[in-house]
């Protein structure tokens, strides 16, 4: 922004200007803080679109993750998940599918972005400049009811699998499925105790309340909700109950608040307000080492005030506007999800 100033003028102006400075200086103090922490969004549905011939590398305006936005927004790293719709033929393929795109992209753009496989490798891309990409899966229909499917995930590089999408698998039953498991299946304790095994996150958002606590009962390490939100505050299945959250955070678990308006507010726009009454009601109840930020863009996620990658500064505007210390500002910006991460890699047999 160009300002032309008239000295003439500076009686009337002066607030304008001192708005302008307080504003700059506010923006300066995000640039900085981001230039010490690492920042993750642990959820985002940007493959979906790669059928319609995007161009992460360009200023894409089909998608709310790109190279450019994630650059502009200060933005370290993303987990771009392979979600599968329910039915899929071919499952294990198609997820293959869109993780080979992935890593085409990457492979084309080493000098700027770089996979992550783990904690150690989100830190050394940062420092050497180039942005994360984790791999993750979105229902656990990817597995096509074969146990050997989530080794050869494993090996491909997967941090997480969420165990359901919007309907009941041969996993478990979804939040808003048709309970036909009353909870996790026989196969579905299977999956989670070969999760744990290879290091592999457990991921319950989407999954229905028995489910939940099905899995944080059987899992050996904390689990993960990837993109949730509270439903004290907003009431919808995909929620979580204060119960829950209290119950995940006992177990070492995280939530990451999701930016879907429809798990924010009931009627009308979400805005970034609805989002920070989330995560600040998440802190009442669990404690700051349990809450994160999964935003969900290109999965219906995208708000006012962070409405794609490039708006995310503001979200650490929100949280310096707050009084958090730059050591907790790391906590939500994805370091208690590092944290479970760490934990659950090197839980690995």
Known sequence: MGVQWHPECMDEGLPIFQWLVQEAAQYREVCQVHQHILTLDTHCDTPMFFDQNIQFTHRDPKILVDLHKMTEGHQDATIMVAYLPQPTDHPKEYADNIFDQIEHIVADNSQYIALARNP?????????????IMLGIENGHALDGKIENLRHFAQRGIVYM???????????????????????????????????????????????????????????????????????LCDHPRNLTDDQMCALAAKGGVMQVTLY??????????????????????????GI?????GTDFDGDGGIVGLANSSELPNFTRQ?????????????????????????AQSSRL
């Open 120 to 132: 150690n490798d989100l830190w050394m891309n940062k420092h050497q400049g180039k942005k994360s």
């Open 162 to 232: 969420t165990l359901c999408h919007n309907g009941d698998n041969d996993i478990c039953d979804s939040a808003r499925g048709s309970q036909t498991w009353g909870g996790v299946s026989d196969f579905g304790k299977q999956v989670i105790r070969e999760m744990n095994r290879l290091g592999i996150m457990v991921d319950l958002s989407h999954a229905h309340e028995k489910s939940f606590y099905d899995a944080l009962e059987l899992s050996q390490t904390p689990i993960v909700c990837s993109h949730s939100s509270c439903r004290a």
């Open 261 to 286: 308006k429809g798990f924010l507010v009931k009627d009308g726009q979400a805005t970034i307000e609805d989002a920070m009454r989330h995560l600040e009601h998440a802190i009442d109840v669990m």
């Open 289 to 293: 080492d349990h809450v994160g930020l």
């Open 319 to 343: 949280l310096l506007k707050r009084q958090f210390s730059e050591e907790d500002i790391q906590k939500i910006w994805g370091g208690n999800f590092i944290r479970v991460m760490n934990d």
